[in-house]
């Protein structure tokens, strides 16, 4: 039987979140954050700082996004999204160090870190039901 310790050591182990992954890309980490959404939800809007590649074409296309022994962070749209978890299981069928950012895009952009459209630069949202919002952020 799995105890505890090494249940959640585990989980660590396989996922993060927005904040961390936010955190991971301001203090310079060497990792590829993959959108593995489709082209319509990417041209829609999409964490800055990520490459496309839907997790259909991990398989044919990984390397162009992510050179092999690059950790890798996938993420799709939302907790009620297992796309980002079929994307990370590709990327580690090919053997990559990966991790699914749990709560997906919605939680990026819902704990107002900063998004991309087609167009540029996204206005950042914060929402008080997932994080405190001071008056002052933004």
């Known amino acids: 039987m799995t105890t505890a310790l090494e249940f959640f050591a585990a989980k660590l182990t396989h996922e993060t979140d927005a904040s961390d992954v936010y955190q991971a890309q301001k203090d310079g980490a060497d990792f590829a954050l993959v959108d593995v959404r489709s082209a319509e ?3 829609q809007g999409h964490a800055a700082g990520a490459v496309h590649l839907p997790y ?3 398989a044919a296309r990984a390397e162009e996004v992510a050179p092999q022994g690059t950790p890798v ?3 799709c749209w939302s907790p009620g999204c297992n796309a980002g978890a079929k ?10 160090e990966v991790r699914e950012m749990i709560g997906g ?3 990026w952009v819902r704990e107002g870190l900063p998004t991309e ?3 540029g630069p996204a206005a950042r949202v914060f929402d008080r039901l997932v994080m405190v919002v001071r008056e002052d952020a933004g």
């Open 73 to 75: 962070v996938v993420y």
């Open 105 to 107: 895009y919605e939680y």
């Open 41 to 43: 939800a990417w041209a």
């Open 87 to 96: 994307g990370a299981l590709e990327f580690a069928k090919r053997g990559y």
């Open 117 to 119: 459209t087609e167009a």
């Open 56 to 58: 259909h074409d991990i």
